[in-house]
């Protein structure tokens, strides 16, 4: 093993080896989202290939569990929570004792995770309110964030990249199952201009 590698305690091995795959992974997600919304149109073309980000999405941003649409446990929240919280127990354990650095590093990787999911939050109201047409997203495919009542008696939301943009839109269906939250969809038609029509794609 490395010299340095061995300078380490126990507890920054421990640190050092959640750190770095979950900060590689974070930065690779972030890749594929910055590609996704920004070349998705360009890449459409003659190969058909479309980058769609709901795609990346399914995995990376679905919800375990929000509170008031704030998507506290999320993939990428997790990875969050592991990069920066185990980075700062690495660099706390030359200072403090290791459950004191531990303890620092659990909380500041749950207000990293926190200000992610409030900051997601917000870039997806600002694309809502920005002037979209939801009739570009027809034959788009996405992802339900809230489950969709059957045969229309109610509305739910879908995650679907629009005009190079990833937006939640509210959604219905005609279905006659509900379209449980993380189902793939795709978008058949538009209500108004506030509301899209979707229907389940079955995994094959």
């Known amino acids: 093993m490395p010299a340095w ?12 080896a959640i750190a770095v795959p979950a900060t590689l992974i ?21 190969l058909d290939v479309d980058l769609d980000i709901s795609d990346i999405d399914s995995i990376n941003a679905e919800p375990i569990t929000d509170i008031s649409g704030l998507r506290i446990l999320t993939i990428r929240g ?20 290791s459950w004191l650095a531990g303890l620092i590093g659990i909380i500041s990787g749950a207000v990293a995770a926190f200000l992610v999911a409030l900051a997601f939050k917000a870039s997806l109201r600002l694309e809502n309110e ?12 996405g992802v ?43 978008v058949v038609d538009v209500l108004n201009d506030t509301t899209v029509i979707v229907k389940q794609v079955k995994e094959k």
Do not use: H
Not at 130 to 141: E, F, L, P, V
């Open 26 to 46: 974070l930065f690779i997600f972030l890749i594929l989202m910055i590609i996704g919304i920004d070349g998705s149109d360009a890449f459409a073309g003659d």
């Open 78 to 97: 997790a990875l969050t929570f592991l990069s920066i919280g185990a980075w700062m127990a690495y660099i706390l354990d030359n200072y403090l004792q």
């Open 144 to 186: 339900a964030y809230l489950r969709i009542p059957a045969k229309r008696a109610g509305k739910g939301k879908v995650n679907v990249v629009v005009q190079g943009r990833y937006v939640e839109i509210d959604a219905i269906t005609d279905e006659e199952e509900v379209i449980a939250t993380g189902s793939n969809i795709v």
């Open 5 to 16: 590698w061995e300078s380490l305690s126990t507890f920054q091995q421990i640190m050092f």
């Open 130 to 141: 920005g002037n979209i047409d939801y009739r570009n997203s027809i034959g788009k495919t």
